[in-house]
C-alpha cells in the first residue's frame, strides 16, 4: 500500500532539502523525459520541484507547458458537483462542513437536481457527500484502522442518478465521498460509479493530524491514501487525485503526489485519470495553521503548468477560482482539462434556491455567458461526455 511508502518518500525529500538546484538545462532535460512519456526517478522529481524556486526554472517550465499539447486540447470536459449531504462525523479545520448542522437531500429531492442538472445539458456528474454517519453506516465493531461501511443508504443516490444517465442516453458518474472498504466500492460501483475522487489535502502526516480529528474515521491518513488501491481492486477503473493547495508547502505535494501517480501506474496500469487542482479558499485561508503556506495566483499558474507537463491524467480547474482566472489558464495552456461552471457546494441549489450552508466558496458563473465565451476563443465545450471522452484526453506514456 502506498502509505507504507510515504514516510521513506517524505525522509527522501528532505534530505533533498540543501540539494544543489538544477540550472535551466537540467530541467528541460527533465521536462523533456516527463513530457516523452518517461517517469522521473524519485531523485529526478525531487530535484526537478526543488528547482523551481529559480524564477529562470519555473519561467521554462511555463514556457514547456504553453509549447506542448495534450489530447484533446481543444476540449473542455464540464463537470458540476451535485452534493447530497453536508451532515459530517468528521470535523476538518479548513471545512465550512465542520461548524455543525448539515442537510441531507431527500430521494425526491435528489431526483430534482439530477433533473434539472440533466435539462442544463449534464450528462456527467460529481456526486459529493460529507462523511454523513446514516448514508455511511459503521459496521460493528468499527476501527479507525479497519474501517467498514454499510452503504445502502449512500448507494441509492448513485443508483437514481445512473438510471436517469442511462435513460438520457449514458454518462459518467465521478464521486467525491469518504474513503470506504473494498466491498462497499464494489457496490458502489455496481450502483454506477465510474470515477472514485478523493481530496488527499495534504500528505504531510503532522499538519494532517493537525488539521483533523483523529476520533473521526477521516482521522486515519492512511486509510484515505490506500483507498485508491482499494477502488480499484473493486473494478473501478478511474480514479482522481490531488492535494489542497495551501496546506502545507506546494513543491513537497507535488513530488508527492507524482510519486502517488507512477505508485498506480507501477500496480494498476493507470495512474490518475484526473488531477485535480483546488485551492484552499474561504475563512480558514486566514488561518495561522497555514497562512505561511498560502499560495499565491504566480504559484498556483506554476503548478497547473507543472501538473499538465508531469501527469498523463486530465487536469480539473474549478470554481474555487474565478471565471478570470480558469480562462486565463485555458487560453494559456490549452484545454484537455475539466472544468467545472455550474457549482452548488451545498446540497440543493439547481432546482431551487439552496439555503443549506456551502462547504467552501464558489465564483457565480452565467454557464451560457462563460461556455460562449471559451467558445469564442476557440474550444469545444463538452457537457455530453463520458468514460471514453475521459480516456481520449488522457495522454499515453511510453
Given at each position: 500500500?502506498f ?11 528532505e534530505?533533498?532539502?540543501e540539494?544543489q ?7 528541460e532535460?527533465l ?5 516523452e512519456?518517461e ?7 525531487i530535484?526537478?520541484?526543488h ?5 529562470e526554472?519555473?519561467e521554462i517550465?511555463?514556457?514547456t507547458a504553453r509549447d506542448?499539447?495534450?489530447?484533446g ?7 458540476p458537483?451535485?452534493?447530497f449531504?453536508?451532515?459530517?462525523e468528521?470535523?476538518?479545520a479548513y471545512?465550512?462542513f465542520?461548524l ?5 437531500l ?10 434539472a ?5 449534464y450528462?456527467s ?7 454523513d454517519p446514516?448514508?455511511?453506516?459503521h459496521s ?12 445502502d443508504?449512500?448507494?441509492r443516490?448513485?443508483?437514481i442518478?445512473?438510471?436517469?444517465l442511462v435513460s438520457n ?5 465521478t ?6 472498504d473494498t ?5 458502489l460501483?455496481?450502483?454506477g460509479l ?5 481530496w488527499?489535502e495534504?500528505f504531510?502526516?503532522?499538519q494532517?493530524r493537525?488539521?483533523h480529528?483523529v476520533s473521526?474515521p477521516k ?6 491514501l490506500?483507498?485508491f488501491?482499494?477502488a480499484?481492486d473493486?473494478?473501478?477503473e478511474h480514479?482522481?487525485?490531488?492535494f ?5 508547502p ?7 503526489l ?5 505508485y ?8 490518475f ?5 483546488p485551492?484552499?479558499?474561504?475563512r480558514?485561508?486566514?488561518s495561522g495553521a497555514?497562512r505561511?503556506?498560502?499560495?499565491g ?7 497547473i503548468?507543472?501538473d ?9 480547474l474549478?470554481t474555487?477560482?474565478?471565471f478570470e482566472m ?13 472544468l467545472t461552471?455550474?457549482?452548488?457546494t451545498?446540497p ?5 434556491p ?6 467552501f466558496p464558489?465564483?457565480?458563473q452565467d454557464?451560457?455567458?462563460t ?5 469564442s476563443?476557440?474550444?469545444e465545450?463538452r457537457?455530453?461526455?463520458?468514460a471514453s471522452d475521459?480516456e481520449a484526453?488522457?495522454r499515453?506514456?511510453g
Amino acid at each position: 500500500m502506498f502509505s507504507q511508502q510515504l514516510p521513506r518518500i517524505l525522509e527522501e525529500i528532505e534530505s533533498h532539502g540543501e540539494a544543489q538546484l538544477l540550472s535551466p538545462p537540467g530541467i528541460e532535460e527533465l521536462l523533456h523525459k516527463a513530457t516523452e512519456g518517461e517517469d522521473l526517478s524519485r531523485k529526478e522529481i525531487i530535484l526537478l520541484v526543488h528547482s523551481l524556486s529559480r524564477p529562470e526554472n519555473a519561467e521554462i517550465v511555463k514556457a514547456t507547458a504553453r509549447d506542448c499539447p495534450r489530447p484533446g486540447d481543444r476540449q473542455i470536459l464540464l463537470l458540476p458537483p451535485l452534493y447530497f449531504s453536508s451532515i459530517c462525523e468528521n470535523t476538518c479545520a479548513y471545512c465550512d462542513f465542520s461548524l455543525g448542522g448539515g442537510t441531507r437531500l431527500s430521494l425526491s429531492g435528489f431526483q430534482r437536481e439530477v433533473e434539472a442538472l440533466l435539462s442544463m445539458g449534464y450528462r456527467s456528474i460529481e456526486l459529493v457527500s460529507s462523511q454523513d454517519p446514516e448514508l455511511y453506516a459503521h459496521s460493528e465493531p468499527f476501527e479507525l484502522a479497519d474501517q467498514r461501511f454499510r452503504l445502502d443508504g449512500a448507494a441509492r443516490y448513485f443508483e437514481i442518478l445512473k438510471n436517469a444517465l442511462v435513460s438520457n442516453g449514458g454518462g459518467m458518474i465521478t464521486s467525491n465521498i469518504p474513503p470506504v472498504d473494498t466491498d462497499s466500492f464494489k457496490k458502489l460501483h455496481t450502483a454506477g460509479l465510474d470515477c472514485y475522487l478523493v481530496w488527499l489535502e495534504t500528505f504531510d502526516p503532522a499538519q494532517y493530524r493537525r488539521l483533523h480529528s483523529v476520533s473521526g474515521p477521516k482521522g486515519n491518513q492512511a486509510y484515505r491514501l490506500d483507498s485508491f488501491e482499494r477502488a480499484r481492486d473493486a473494478g473501478i477503473e478511474h480514479v482522481a487525485g490531488g492535494f489542497l493547495k495551501g496546506l502545507a508547502p506546494w513543491h513537497q505535494e507535488e513530488v508527492v503526489l507524482y510519486l502517488f501517480d507512477r505508485y498506480l501506474k507501477q500496480r494498476f496500469g493507470r495512474g490518475f485519470s484526473i488531477i485535480g487542482t483546488p485551492r484552499v479558499k474561504g475563512r480558514f485561508v486566514r488561518s495561522g495553521a497555514i497562512r505561511q503556506h498560502t499560495m499565491g495566483d504566480e504559484e498556483y499558474e506554476l503548478n497547473i503548468a507543472l501538473d499538465r507537463l508531469l501527469f498523463d491524467g486530465i487536469p480539473w480547474l474549478q470554481t474555487r477560482e474565478s471565471f478570470e482566472m480558469n480562462r486565463h489558464l485555458i487560453n494559456t495552456f490549452g484545454g484537455g482539462v475539466i472544468l467545472t461552471l455550474t457549482s452548488s457546494t451545498a446540497p440543493g441549489g439547481y432546482a431551487v434556491p439552496v439555503e443549506a450552508s456551502a462547504q467552501f466558496p464558489v465564483f457565480k458563473q452565467d454557464l451560457k455567458d462563460t461556455s460562449r465565451a471559451l467558445e469564442s476563443d476557440g474550444f469545444e465545450v463538452r457537457f455530453d461526455w463520458n468514460a471514453s471522452d475521459l480516456e481520449a484526453c488522457h495522454r499515453t506514456s511510453g
